[in-house]
């Protein structure tokens, strides 16, 4: 079984600029999660999708941080202008439609580390 | 607000021996999961054990087992015979069973392991 692929790998960029990371998630998994690491910290949830819907995105910045899951598929997470606290790593993740069958299939990316100077 | 705590920054252990990383956390709910993440430097999240609350019977996975005590709040993680390949950041992370959080995983800080020879 495939992994969760995330690109790119790495990105760095000046501040106020533009940048967007992709996600494929594993095959057949409806819940896609978006996750930003800041350094020295546990991860924190930006956006829960459900198939194509949002299912929690309380924690988006939405001013400056969007994202989309076309076709209930690949996603994308987009931060316009970036700012230098935008610099962590961001994980993709992707489960099981999780009311039915659960927790702990939860499967991860390797992330996009994203420098902003 | 559900939060998890690891109150140790950083721990080594000797090859073989036995090491014990703490995590207690913070909710209201009654029915929700407990994880234990092994982050290396792949930066990717890999599940170590997981734990569901309504479960007396403490989580085994070979050399790794948790001691979950649930009206303390608490969810330590045993790693019997450590291993150089046990070497990373262990990450403790939460969710409801229920509710709009449902599936969002909360995190702890980390704790990172080194292994000695």
């Known amino acids: 079984e495939a992994g969760v692929a995330q690109s790119p790998r790495y990105k760095i960029i000046e501040k106020r600029q533009s940048v967007a990371f992709w996600c494929n998630p594993i095959?057949?998994?409806?819940?896609l999660y978006w996750y930003q690491q800041i350094l020295g910290q546990g991860p924190k949830l930006l956006i829960q999708?459900?198939?194509?819907?949002?299912?929690?995105d309380s924690q988006l910045p939405k001013d400056r941080f969007s994202a989309e899951r076309l076709k209930g598929v690949d996603s994308t997470l987009k931060i316009q202008p970036a700012k230098l606290e935008d610099s962590a790593v961001y994980l993709c993740?992707?489960?099981?439609?999780?009311?039915?069958?659960?927790?702990?299939?939860?499967?991860f990316g390797s992330g996009t580390r994203l420098t902003v100077v | 607000a559900q939060t998890v705590t690891q109150s140790q920054p950083e721990m080594s252990v000797q090859e073989a021996e036995t090491v014990t990383l703490s995590c207690t956390y913070d909710?209201?709910?009654?029915?929700?999961?407990l994880f234990w993440y092994k982050q290396p430097p792949s930066r990717q999240m890999i599940l170590v054990i997981r734990?569901?609350?309504?479960?007396?019977q403490n989580a085994t996975e070979n050399r790794f087992s948790v001691n979950f005590q649930k009206a303390a709040k608490s969810f330590s993680l045993k790693i019997s015979d450590s291993q150089l390949g046990d070497t990373a950041m262990y990450f403790c992370?939460?969710?409801?069973?229920?509710?709009?959080?449902?599936?969002?995983?909360?995190f702890g800080k980390g704790t990172k392991l080194s292994v000695k020879p």
């Open positions: 993740a992707s489960s099981l439609d999780f009311p039915k069958q659960g927790a702990g299939g939860y499967t």
């Open positions: 095959s057949g998994h409806a819940t």
């Open positions: 999708f459900q198939n194509n819907g949002v299912v929690d």
């Open positions: 909710t209201s709910e009654s029915n929700y999961y």
């Open positions: 734990q569901e609350a309504y479960k007396q």
């Open positions: 992370a939460f969710t409801p069973n229920y509710g709009g959080s449902q599936g969002n995983l909360i």
